[in-house]
C-alpha cells in the first residue's frame, strides 16, 4: 500500500507543473477567459410606421338643437285651442295650435286701409291742383308777356299825344296786376314738391300700419315651426293672454346635440392631429371652425342589456373648460328622421331623445405614426434589442392610444427596431436578452 502512494506522488507533481506552465502561456498571450452570462428569454416585436387617428371619448346628454318657445306677441282671449296640443305629442309643421280671438285687429286693419285710401285721394287731388296751378301759370305768363308788349305800344303812342297819360296809367296797372297773379301761381307752384313729400310720407305710415295691424292679425294665431315634440303647454280655452306670455314649448326631433364632455389633454391630440392635415388647414378662414374638418362621431347608448349606435358630425368646440374637472365640451349634431324609426320596427333599435346620457367617441384626421402594441409600453418607457442582443431603455412620449396600439414619439427612435414585449425584473440597461418573435399563434 505504501509502495502505491508513492507511486501517485510524481504523478501530482507533474500535474501541479502542467497547470503552472498553462497558466504562464494564457498570461503571454493576454488570453481572457469569460464567465458564462444568463441570457434573458423575451418575445419581441418591431416598432410600425401606421397610418392611425387619434380617437377621444367623453360623455354627455342629447338635448335638442332647435327648441321653440310659442309666445303670445298680441293680447286676446284664447278661443281655439288644439285638441292634440299636449306634453309629449308629435305635431306636423304649419298645423294650427291656438288662435286667440281675431276681431279687434280686423278693425284695426279696416282702419288702416280706410286711412290711407284717404290719404291717396288727397294724392289724386293735389295731382290735379298741379295740372291746374301749371296750366294757369303758362297762359297767366304769356298774358303777361301780351300786355307788356301793349303798355310799351302805349308809352310810345302817349309820346306821340295819340292817347292819354290816364290810358297808359290803367295800362300799367295791368301789367302790374297780372304779374301779382303769375307771382302768386308761381309761389303756389313751388309749394307743390314739399306737399307731395309730406304726402308721401303719410302714405309710407298708412302702410305700415297696415302691415302692422295684418301682422298682429296672423299673430292672432300659433302654429308649429316644425316637426317636433311638445315639451310643455301652458294656455287654456277662454283664457285671456297678455302679449309675451309663454304658451307653448316644443322641441325638433330631427336635429339633436350632445355636449360631451372630455379631458382637455384627449382634445388636444385631436386638434393636434387636425393641424397635421394640409387639408383643413387650406379649408379655414378668419376664424377656425373645426366643422370644416368634417369630423364624424359615433353615438353610443348603453344599457344592461345592448347597446344603439348613432352617427353624427362634430360642429365646434365650446368656449370654456371645467376648472372642477379638468374638461371640455365637444359639440355634436344628429339626425333623427322619426318616421323612418317608425318604419324599420326594429325592436332591438331606440329613438334618440334629449335627456339621454350617452357616449360620443370621435376620430381625428389619420396620419403615419411610430406605434407599438400596448403591452410595450413600460411607464413610458421601450424595451429596445439592440444588434447585440443587449437591452437599451428608451423613454417615449405617448401620443395617443387607440384599439391596444400606443401612437409614439422619440429621439431617434425608428420603425423596424426590436421591442421587447415581455416584462423583465431587474431591469437595467446593457441586460444579454435572448428574443424570440412575437406571433398570433403564441396567444
Do not use: C
Amino acid at each position: 500500500m505504501q509502495k502505491y502512494k508513492l507511486l501517485w506522488l510524481p504523478l501530482g507533481i507533474a500535474a501541479g507543473l502542467g497547470i503552472m506552465a498553462i497558466n504562464n502561456f494564457i498570461m503571454e498571450k493576454n488570453v481572457v477567459l469569460e464567465t458564462l452570462e444568463p441570457a434573458h428569454s423575451v418575445y419581441t416585436t418591431q416598432v410600425q410606421v401606421l397610418s392611425i387617428a387619434p380617437t377621444v371619448k367623453g360623455y354627455g346628454h342629447v338635448i335638442a338643437k332647435n327648441k321653440w318657445q310659442g309666445i303670445s306677441e298680441v293680447n286676446g282671449k284664447l278661443i281655439y285651442k288644439n285638441e292634440r296640443l299636449q306634453r309629449g305629442t308629435f305635431i306636423n309643421k304649419g298645423v294650427e295650435l291656438l288662435r286667440l280671438d281675431p276681431a279687434s285687429y280686423k278693425l284695426n286693419l279696416t282702419t288702416a286701409h280706410a286711412n290711407l285710401d284717404s290719404i291717396n285721394a288727397e294724392v289724386e287731388n293735389l295731382d290735379i291742383e298741379e295740372l291746374r296751378l301749371t296750366r294757369s301759370y303758362q297762359v297767366e305768363s304769356k298774358t303777361l308777356a301780351l300786355e307788356k308788349k301793349e303798355y310799351q305800344r302805349n308809352i310810345k303812342l302817349n309820346k306821340k299825344g295819340t292817347i292819354s297819360a290816364s290810358s297808359l296809367e290803367q295800362q300799367e296797372r295791368i301789367v302790374y296786376n297780372t304779374q301779382l297773379q303769375l307771382n302768386d301761381l308761381k309761389a303756389q307752384v313751388s309749394q307743390l314738391p314739399a306737399r307731395k313729400k309730406a304726402l308721401q310720407a303719410q302714405v309710407a305710415q298708412a302702410q305700415i300700419q297696415i302691415a302692422q295691424a295684418q301682422l298682429d292679425l296672423d299673430n292672432t294665431i300659433i302654429t308649429m315651426p316644425f316637426n317636433g315634440r311638445i315639451i310643455d303647454v301652458n294656455a287654456e280655452l277662454r283664457q285671456f293672454v297678455s302679449a309675451g306670455t309663454s304658451l307653448i314649448l316644443a322641441h325638433d326631433v330631427s336635429k339633436l346635440e350632445v355636449e360631451a364632455k372630455m379631458p382637455t389633454s384627449q382634445l388636444s391630440r385631436l386638434i393636434h392631429s387636425l393641424k397635421q392635415d394640409r387639408g383643413v388647414l387650406d379649408n379655414l378662414n378668419a376664424v377656425p371652425d373645426i366643422a370644416t374638418a368634417n369630423l364624424t362621431a359615433h353615438i353610443t347608448l348603453r344599457n344592461s342589456s345592448s347597446e344603439t349606435h348613432w352617427r353624427g358630425k362634430v360642429t365646434r368646440i365650446l368656449g370654456e373648460i371645467d376648472s372642477r374637472l379638468g374638461t371640455a365640451g365637444l359639440v355634436v349634431e344628429a339626425d333623427f328622421d322619426v318616421l323612418e324609426f317608425i318604419k324599420r320596427n326594429d325592436p332591438n333599435d331606440s329613438p334618440i331623445i334629449s335627456g339621454m346620457f350617452v357616449e360620443v367617441t370621435v376620430n381625428g384626421q389619420v396620419q403615419p405614426q411610430l406605434t407599438v402594441p400596448l403591452a410595450a409600453l413600460h411607464n413610458n418607457r421601450l424595451y429596445l434589442v439592440d444588434k447585440n442582443n443587449r437591452l437599451q431603455l428608451q423613454t417615449v412620449d405617448v401620443l395617443f392610444i387607440r384599439d391596444q396600439v400606443a401612437a409614439i414619439k422619440a429621439d431617434g427612435l425608428k420603425a423596424g427596431q426590436q421591442v421587447v414585449l415581455s416584462d423583465i425584473i431587474p431591469v437595467a440597461n446593457g441586460l444579454k436578452l435572448a428574443p424570440t418573435v412575437w406571433t398570433e399563434d403564441k396567444e
